[in-house]
């Protein structure tokens, strides 16, 4: 049995405006919220800096966390947002290197690094992603691409007790196709090989179509230290539930 906590992420991605978010954290129970559980949510950046004073004045255990963040600290990138800006408005942590980014802006573990870098200067926690698409799976070349997008991404890394690592099989992610427990365990045990001896102990989370109804049996795996959830985190009743999964 590992002694790492459990971690429960929600990924809000691009839902939720404010009147969505006040709804969803009046309809959570935390007082039923077991202690042995980490609680994190991935929200919008317009909606940060209100769902980290309601955390703060409601004494709510959940961290904030962004989805995303550029590279440079400040500077002439019309549109974007910086680590310290995240950090300002009260994020302490940001998700960096989801597959959509990966897909739809077109990132690169080179780039997450950067990101990364930036992210731990400015004093954020990492929720670092990885993944194989299905054919990559399909041809059995799933392990090596996904701990050779971390060799790129964590490369000289050294800042472990700031670092998760949630490995999402692109395949699974929004299908309702999820990974069984094996194949889960499979890939998280081969992260946690991977990784410098100093990490051993970082939380390594599965994402992709994780719900209430097969969270229990994916947690239960010894490597697959929590989850990071997407439409399953959305509804605050399913929420509650994956976190007393
Ligand atoms: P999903 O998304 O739970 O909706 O599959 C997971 C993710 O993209 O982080």
């Given at each position: 049995?590992?002694?790492?906590?459990?971690?429960?992420?929600?990924?809000?991605?691009?839902?939720?405006?404010?009147?969505?978010?006040?709804?969803?954290?009046?309809?959570?129970?935390?007082?039923?919220?077991?202690?042995?559980?980490?609680?994190?949510?991935?929200?919008?950046?317009?909606?940060?800096?209100?769902?980290?004073?309601?955390?703060?004045?409601?004494?709510?255990?959940i961290t904030v966390a962004a989805q995303n963040c550029h590279q440079e600290s400040s500077g002439?990138?019309?549109?974007?947002?910086?680590?310290?800006?995240?950090?300002?408005?009260?994020?302490?942590?940001?998700?960096?290197?989801?597959?959509?980014?990966?897909?739809?802006?077109?990132?690169?573990?080179?780039?997450?690094?950067?990101?990364?870098?930036?992210?731990?200067?400015?004093?954020?926690?990492?929720?670092?992603?990885?993944?194989?698409?299905?054919?990559?799976?399909?041809?059995?070349?799933?392990?090596?691409?996904?701990?050779?997008?971390?060799?790129?991404?964590?490369?000289?890394?050294?800042?472990?007790?700031?670092?998760?690592?949630?490995?999402?099989?692109?395949?699974?992610?929004?299908?309702?196709?999820?990974?069984?427990?094996?194949?889960?365990e499979e890939m998280h045990a081969a992260i946690r090989q991977n990784i410098s001896h100093e990490?051993?102990?970082?939380?390594?989370?599965?994402?992709?179509?994780?719900?209430?109804?097969?969270?229990?049996?994916?947690?239960?795996?010894?490597?697959?230290?929590?989850?990071?959830?997407?439409?399953?985190?959305?509804?605050?009743?399913s929420f509650q539930l994956l976190i007393q999964a």
């Amino acid at each position: 049995m590992s002694n790492i906590k459990t971690v429960i992420a929600g990924n809000w991605k691009m839902n939720k405006t404010l009147p969505d978010v006040e709804h969803f954290l009046d309809h959570l129970q935390p007082t039923e919220w077991p202690d042995d559980k980490e609680v994190i949510i991935g929200c919008p950046f317009p909606m940060l800096h209100f769902l980290a004073k309601k955390v703060d004045q409601l004494n709510l255990p959940i961290t904030v966390a962004a989805q995303n963040c550029h590279q440079e600290s400040s500077g002439a990138y019309t549109g974007e947002v910086s680590a310290d800006m995240l950090s300002s408005v009260g994020a302490s942590m940001v998700i960096l290197g989801h597959s959509e980014r990966r897909q739809y802006f077109g990132e690169t573990d080179e780039i997450i690094h950067q990101k990364i870098q930036a992210s731990l200067e400015a004093g954020l926690k990492v929720i670092y992603c990885c993944g194989e698409k299905k054919e990559e799976r399909e041809k059995g070349e799933y392990l090596d691409v996904v701990l050779n997008q971390i060799d790129v991404a964590l490369k000289g890394f050294d800042s472990w007790d700031r670092l998760m690592i949630a490995y999402e099989p692109v395949w699974a992610i929004g299908t309702g196709l999820v990974a069984s427990p094996e194949q889960a365990e499979e890939m998280h045990a081969a992260i946690r090989q991977n990784i410098s001896h100093e990490g051993s102990q970082i939380p390594i989370l599965y994402g992709g179509s994780m719900k209430p109804a097969n969270a229990a049996e994916l947690l239960n795996k010894e490597n697959v230290n929590g989850g990071l959830i997407g439409g399953a985190s959305l509804d605050p009743e399913s929420f509650q539930l994956l976190i007393q999964a």
